[in-house]
């Protein structure tokens, strides 16, 4: 294949701190949030940055931040306000036509808001008003599982704990979170094979890794503190390699900010050894490979996997029926390459799997986990230092909410343990998980639509039909800190109240308080904000969720008031509530970072129901993805051989592709900063990525209009565009576009079965040429052509 020419600046250094600085100037932020920089992930106080999961590297006494932290920082600590000024100037019909990256620069939001659906727009309203309509409209219902409580993983553990307890005790347990559409593989068949479905790897056990094989991953855009770490053990003699169908540029050289002489110096460190250019949703088929080989070569741990794992056998077996030509065609790599990747990993003593989105979100995204489990159980990589799983998670603290006790399928402790300590019975039907809430919403089940952080309708699959569903309830409310595309389809009522965010100080009757997270690794931190709030008529989270309480619940029992005021008194509850945060006040504040939880794994302790560590058989066939594949491209030729059309170019129309959405390092999920992607050198997000070799075959160009089109599980088409046609070096049959624009094009019932994870990773497509007229790559699209 032609090579596409290397992007030839680092994926940090200096690039990066421009595009930094740049983006807290756009912000008009740059006193406010240059200010809150200094102050995010340090040792000694500061807060927790926003941005993603990756945990603090202990020793800096220097900046631990990147290029995305600080822009989700310049997004925070924007002076701009979206108020009640704001409101006055545009109706909601018309906000509804803003791009995502016009709604993100509106402002902060900074004061209660509710639509007036006779002006067609939101007026301010009191707090106290606003919350006596919620309360009015939630104890209404015909019953609490008529309403669905929405979190995103920005949210501390304290808000969450006070969220979860809150929802209980109105009723429910429909509390889906964003983790049903990051994680949720890795939390579900971690817990069922190791017992807690968590990283077994602390950041000490990178600098002793001899192999880290990323599977589906970009660190460069996405945790890039992740890079320094790579960089390091990659210098140590640490071999790494990206699974991935796309060569992700950021990964191929990287200055270190943290080292100003290396920076000034130019210096790069390569840090990627190899990449395995896998076909999208293959992982399953080539870890498959890995495992045969490991196994009919004896180079597996016996003793481990006789002392510590059950369920061998079945796997063993299992793997005995698979062919080496559909290893091949499953995952798009040849058996050779296959087999010098797992001569590589018989030969590390000491390996670390890391995943992304790209081995979750998938149909079989519960299968890929349990490979990559499978391979490191195979190996005895469990419960070793400088080894192990390392799932990197998205949203700051993602982990923390669902430690908290924020999830729609609770475990029947927590439950007991909830009861115990509060002394009132909790809702014990499974609740509604981000997809099923979805649907519920759309088929008229649910009344009322509560959202705690996060951009529920433009993130979940069928963004339109779930923001069409909204406009049916009797209540929707959006506790944020700014106006996304979720809040714009009003219900019956449907209030905004706007909340303090990480960077800003939460003072109280008690005081100034902290909050806590729990990053990718387990470790529990504080976090506390340095900024004034950017308005006098915003709020704390906790303090919306104990107003709530008041309200809604009219109770004295629990000191909802009182945990408010004085977060040391929610923590002394979850201390007592839930595993793992045993003298939760003292130990949070006794070290620099916080405390490591308990992980049992690590100890080769197996809280699974076997009492072992568990190998699991994939559900689906390893050829899924090439299977469906394969029919789509007969029906397709089908089309074309009876097509009465005869200007249908068969050459416009003769192929099907696999779609992989992504993210730039311009946005954080639906927040989207800016237009530009460095690494894919594009200025524009209304694109498709194709390998250039591809793009000639069919004799096309790169600036093309395209379209793609789905069939969805109803056989309903979906079609998106058009869009600009880009070149990447990504595999043959791959195509890439940029979320969350294309989130129409994916549907509720296309999922893990498991997890319920969108397949938002793996689409079989259609894409036709619309138009030769040629656009350019860097002439910016205000982000109409797709709007989100
Ligand atoms: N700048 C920035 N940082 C972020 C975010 C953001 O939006 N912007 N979002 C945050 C969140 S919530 C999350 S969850 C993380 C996500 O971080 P990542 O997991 O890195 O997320 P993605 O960019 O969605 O996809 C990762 C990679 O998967 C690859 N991929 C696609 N399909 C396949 C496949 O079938 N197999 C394999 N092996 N790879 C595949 C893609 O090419 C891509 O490189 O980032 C967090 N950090
Ligand atoms: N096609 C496709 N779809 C995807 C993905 C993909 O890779 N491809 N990725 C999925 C993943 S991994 C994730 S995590 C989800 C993300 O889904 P969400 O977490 O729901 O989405 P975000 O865009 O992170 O949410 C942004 C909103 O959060 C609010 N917010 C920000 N900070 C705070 C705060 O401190 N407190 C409160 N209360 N609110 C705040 C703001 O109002 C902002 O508009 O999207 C998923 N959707
Ligand atoms: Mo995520």
New binding site residues.
């Given amino acids: 294949m032609r090579k596409i020419p290397i992007y030839s600046h680092p994926a940090a250094g200096w690039p990066a701190l421009v595009a930094s600085t740049r983006k807290l100037m756009d912000y008009k932020s740059f006193l406010r949030g240059s200010l809150s920089v200094l102050q995010s992930n340090q040792p000694d106080g500061g807060f927790d940055c926003p ?3 990756w945990p603090d590297h202990k020793s800096h006494k220097t900046l631990d931040v990147c ?2 932290g600080i ?2 920082l310049a997004s925070e600590t924007m002076s701009v306000k979206a108020d009640a000024q704001f409101f006055a100037r545009h109706t909601v019909t018309e906000l509804q036509g803003w791009s995502g990256y016009e709604l993100e620069h509106s402002g902060r939001l900074s004061e209660p808001m509710r639509y007036d659906a006779k002006q067609d727009k939101y007026l301010p309203i009191a707090w106290d008003d606003a919350y006596q309509i919620i309360a009015d409209e939630l104890n209404k219902l015909a019953s609490p599982d008529e309403a669905l409580f929405y979190t995103s ?1 920005r949210v501390t553990n304290e808000p969450a704990f006070l969220y979860q307890l809150f929802v209980r005790c109105y009723g429910t347990n429909n509390l889906p979170d ?1 983790s049903n ?3 949720e593989p890795t939390s579900v068949m971690l817990g069922k094979q190791l017992g807690v479905g968590k990283a077994t790897v602390m950041l000490e056990d990178f600098e002793q890794a001899k192999l880290i094989i990323m ?5 460069a ?4 503190r992740m890079l320094e770490m790579l960089a390091h053990a990659h210098k140590q003699g640490c071999k790494i390699i ?5 060569r ?1 540029q950021g990964l191929s050289a990287f200055r270190n900010p943290q080292k100003p002489s290396h920076m000034a110096a130019g210096q790069s460190d390569a840090m990627v050894d190899d990449v ?1 250019q ?6 399953a088929a ?1 870890l498959t490979g890995l495992a045969k080989w490991l196994i009919d070569n004896n180079k597996i741990d016996e003793r481990f996997i006789a002392e510590h794992t059950s369920g061998y056998e079945p796997l063993q077996q299992w793997l005995d029926q698979q062919t080496w030509a559909d290893i091949e065609l499953g995952c798009g790599i040849e058996q050779a390459q296959i087999v010098a990747l797992a001569k590589q990993v018989a030969a590390s003593p000491k390996t670390i799997c890391t ?8 149909v079989q995204g519960d299968d ?1 986990v349990a490979m990559i489990t499978n391979l490191l159980l195979l190996m005895g990589m469990i419960g070793v230092d400088g080894a192990g799983a390392s799932p ?4 700051s603290n ?1 982990q923390g909410d669902r430690t908290m006790g924020v999830h729609e399928r609770p475990k029947q402790e927590l439950l007991d343990s909830l009861e115990r300590v509060f002394e009132r019975e909790m809702p014990r039907e499974d609740g509604f998980d981000v997809v099923g809430g979805a649907k519920a919403l759309i088929e008229g089940k649910l009344k009322a639509f509560v959202s705690m952080g996060g951009n529920y309708a433009v993130a979940a699959p069928d963004m339109s039909a779930i923001q069409q569903a909204l406009t049916t309830t009797q209540l929707n409310v959006f506790v944020g800190t700014k106006l996304n595309g979720t809040m714009l389809y009003p219900g019956a009522n449907n209030i905004i109240l706007p909340c303090i965010s990480r960077t800003e100080k939460i003072i109280t009757k008690k005081g100034e308080q902290f909050a806590t997270t729990e990053d990718s690794m387990c470790q529990v931190s504080r976090s506390q904000g340095n900024l004034k709030p950017i308005s006098k008529d915003i709020k704390s989270e906790v303090q919306i969720i104990a107003d709530l309480a008041a309200y809604v619940l009219g109770d004295s029992d629990i000191p909802w008031q009182a945990m408010s005021q004085d977060f040391d008194i929610i923590r002394d509850y979850v201390a007592q509530a839930i595993d793992g945060f045993e003298d939760f006040n003292h130990r949070v504040r006794e070290a620099d970072r916080g405390f490591h939880l308990y992980h049992p794994a690590r100890h080769r302790v197996w809280n699974t129901d076997s009492g072992k560590a568990q190998f699991e058989v994939p559900k689906y066939p390893i050829t899924f ?1 090439a299977r469906q594949m394969a029919e789509a491209s007969e029906d397709l030729q089908a089309e074309i051989d009876h097509s009465l059309d005869e200007n249908a170019a068969a050459n416009d129309l003769q192929k099907v592709w ?1 779609l ?12 989207i900063f800016g237009h530009q992607d460095r690494y894919r050198q594009t200025e524009r997000r209304d694109v498709l990525f194709m390998h250039p070799d591809e793009i000639s075959r069919l004799g096309w160009q790169k600036g093309d209009k395209v379209t793609i089109s789905r069939q969805d599980s109803h056989e309903k088409m979906r079609t998106l565009g058009p869009l600009v046609l880009t070149e990447m070096d ?1 595999a043959a049959n ?1 195509v ?1 576009a940029y ?1 969350p624009e294309c989130n129409d094009l994916f549907d509720l019932d296309t999922h893990a079965p498991s997890s319920h994870i969108p397949a ?3 689409s079989t497509v259609i894409v036709e040429r619309v138009s030769t007229e040629q656009v350019s790559q860097d002439s910016v699209a205000k982000g109409h052509a797709v709007s989100a």
């Fill in positions: 941005g993603c999961a290029e995305t822009k989700v993983g964003c559409m990051c994680h599977f589906g991953q970009n660190p855009t996405n945790h890039p990206s699974v991935n169908p796309m992700e395995v896998i076909q999208i949703g293959g992982d080539l995943w992304g989105m790209g081995i979750t979100q998938h890929n990197v998670r998205g949203h993602v993805v696999q992989t959405s992504v993210r730039s390092h311009d946005q954080f999920n639906t927040m990504i791959a890439a979320y938002y990773k793996s």
